[in-house]
């Protein structure tokens, strides 16, 4: 069965092609970075013109790629939330006009669930049940995978997403945007215990996240340090921040995995990507006996593919949408 | 020759389906903004009614702007799609000229106002003169108020005000006995008028790469830059 699938929850207008949930067969990223970085983060109305304009191109490059026409896809699965509204009203819009023209059902994908299967394209293997952490510019959820359709949110940030305080931690070091990537290079050759920043883990029992108390400290340091007339270590301070972050995600993840008997661990997001996590967490995975799985960096960041992943799953479940389906900015997993 | 015309650039869902002598049938819903969830589901049902499938069609036509940002870009996404896959040439239509085309057998000076906020409409202005033609004068715009009117007071003809800005702004333009308010059933955009529009146009069909908004206005990021 082949699906086509439809992303543009934030910046990146994506399209692709995967033939049973698990087989890419073209993956078209086109990613507006570029134009949103002269404006210090992402500008909703900018992305949603660019969208409308480069989606049908994006589609075309998709079909293309996988040496396909529209006839030979069997299914449409689209992300419609959570994301910034009107840019999900682009791909929802679009892809309900291209499921009613072909006459092929459409599929509404939620994007935190499209991150997790980007596992299932890179770990062929992997089948639910396990334990699934999302970490991205918008999201810090721990999430038990009961199955492909039936997820729980175990944990979520309560505040700033991992990667959002990444992003505004860079911005005080001066790195720019999108500071995530930049930040990680920075605090490869520092010291992550120069400064002691706080490890929020809010009560002993929660799996949720909090990251702005730390940032909050971070800024005070800085400032402080400069009313001081102290010079900062960037790659220090950096790399302490970082660690701080690390080690709140890999306390709550082996505790979650411990406390549901869970022996296989999947990340998920664009922070995934980050080396030292997955250096640290599998190092504090293996010692305890349970499997780490990871995407390929290119599934990890907002991409189509991982999106007709799940739609795959959707549908066989029943789970599949109709002519009304909307873009919905605040969906949750249910 | 039949054309599918489709308007959501005001609260006005609406689709149209006819030929050059026949408005085959009409959908407007005037209720509230959710286009993007009735719009395909109400093209999907007029085609149904009247047995007829994208392969039957000629052309799409589509309102491109002004009017709202979102509501633009739920039409032309729409429209994209259908076109990529039945290959179809779009027709761009301005949804001011298509409200001219709304009283286009009234004679004099056509003043589409759709409200554009801060204290600005978008206003294009077209001449009338009984046949059905519709004669564009102006380019679309959008304009502060003191100087629309300005641009008025030099037209010595009946002006004829309509779209969703025109009730707002009453009592700005409706300053004589020869400027009139439309009927407030003629006064909101209108597929049928798209699609006679495009019909009036079709020369300038286009594909559905090329095909875009008409905003008039850049977004509010690039103009505070």
């Given amino acids: 069965m082949n699906i086509l699938g439809i992303e543009t929850s934030c910046d990146e207008t994506a399209a692709a092609i995967v033939k049973d949930g698990r087989e890419v067969l073209s993956n078209i990223i086109n990613s507006q970075i570029d134009i949103h970085t002269k404006y210090g983060g992402v500008v909703p109305e900018i992305a949603s013109r660019n969208h409308l304009m480069d989606l049908p191109i994006v589609v075309s490059q998709a079909l293309e790629e996988a040496n396909m026409t529209f006839n030979d896809i069997d299914a449409i699965a689209v992300t419609n939330g959570p994301g910034l509204v009107g840019a999900l009203l682009i791909g929802v819009s679009y892809a309900k006009g291209l499921a009613s023209t072909l006459d092929i059902p459409i599929i509404g994908v939620n994007h935190l669930e499209g991150h997790i299967s980007a596992n299932y ?69 520092g010291n992550p215990k120069a400064i002691e920043f706080p490890r929020v883990l809010l009560d002993k029992d929660s799996f949720d996240f909090s990251f702005s108390g730390l940032k909050s400290s971070v800024l005070n340091y800085v400032n402080s340090s400069k ?7 960037s790659h220090d301070l950096a790399a302490s921040f970082q660690q701080a972050i690390l080690d709140v ?75 009304f389906l909307d873009a919905v900015p605040n969906l949750t997993i249910e | 020759m039949k054309i599918l015309a489709i308007d959501t650039a005001t609260q006005v869902a609406g689709v149209a389906l006819l030929s050059e002598n026949k ?68 027709i761009p239509v301005s949804t001011l000229e298509s409200l001219a085309y709304n009283i286009s057998y009234s004679s004099g000076i056509v003043c589409p106002l759709l409200d554009a906020r801060r204290n600005q409409v978008y206003s294009a202005l077209f001449q009338t003169n009984n046949s059905g033609k519709v004669k564009r004068l102006t380019q679309d715009s959008a304009l502060n108020l003191e100087d629309l009117k300005e641009i008025l007071n030099s037209y010595n003809q009946p002006i004829f005000f309509l779209g969703d800005g025109s009730e707002k702004f009453m009592k700005d333009f409706i300053t004589s006995e020869n400027r009139l308010l439309v009927e407030p059933y003629l006064r909101l955009c209108q597929p049928s008028s ?19 908004p008409s905003y008039l206005r850049p977004s509010y990021a690039e103009e505070n830059k």
């Fill in chain 1, 227 to 233: 009313q001081k007339g102290i010079e900062i270590n």
């Fill in chain 1, 249 to 323: 995600l890999i306390e709550k993840t082996l505790r979650a995995a411990k406390e549901f008997n869970i022996n296989k661990v999947a990340i998920a997001g664009g922070v995934s990507a980050n080396k030292a996590l997955r250096k640290q967490l599998t190092k504090a995975l293996d010692e305890n006996d349970i499997e780490i799985y990871s995407p390929e960096f290119i599934y990890s960041t907002d991409n189509a593919a991982m999106i007709a992943a799940q739609g795959y799953y959707d549908y066989i479940n029943g789970n599949i949408s109709d002519n």
């Fill in chain 1, 121 to 189: 394209i890179t770990n062929k293997e992997l089948e639910p049940p396990f334990l699934c952490l999302v970490v991205s510019g918008g999201h810090t959820n721990l999430i038990l995978v009961n199955d492909y359709t039936d997820l729980k949110v175990l944990g979520r940030s309560l505040d700033d997403a991992a990667g959002e305080a990444y992003d505004k931690i860079a911005r005080v070091i001066g790195l720019g945007y999108p500071g995530g990537p930049k930040l990680e290079k920075e605090a490869e050759s």
């Fill in chain 2, 194 to 212: 798209v699609g006679v529009c495009a019909l009036n146009h079709l020369d300038q069909a286009t594909d559905f790469i090329k095909v875009e």
């Fill in chain 2, 23 to 90: 408005l085959i049938s009409e959908s407007i819903i005037n209720h509230q903004l959710n286009h993007s969830k009735k719009l395909m589901n109400t093209l999907d049902q007029m085609l149904e009614n009247v047995e007829l499938k994208y392969n039957d069609l000629d052309y799409l036509s589509v309102a491109i702007g002004p009017g709202s940002f979102t509501g633009l870009r739920i039409g032309l996404a729409t429209t994209k799609a259908i076109a990529q896959v039945t290959n179809l040439p779009i």
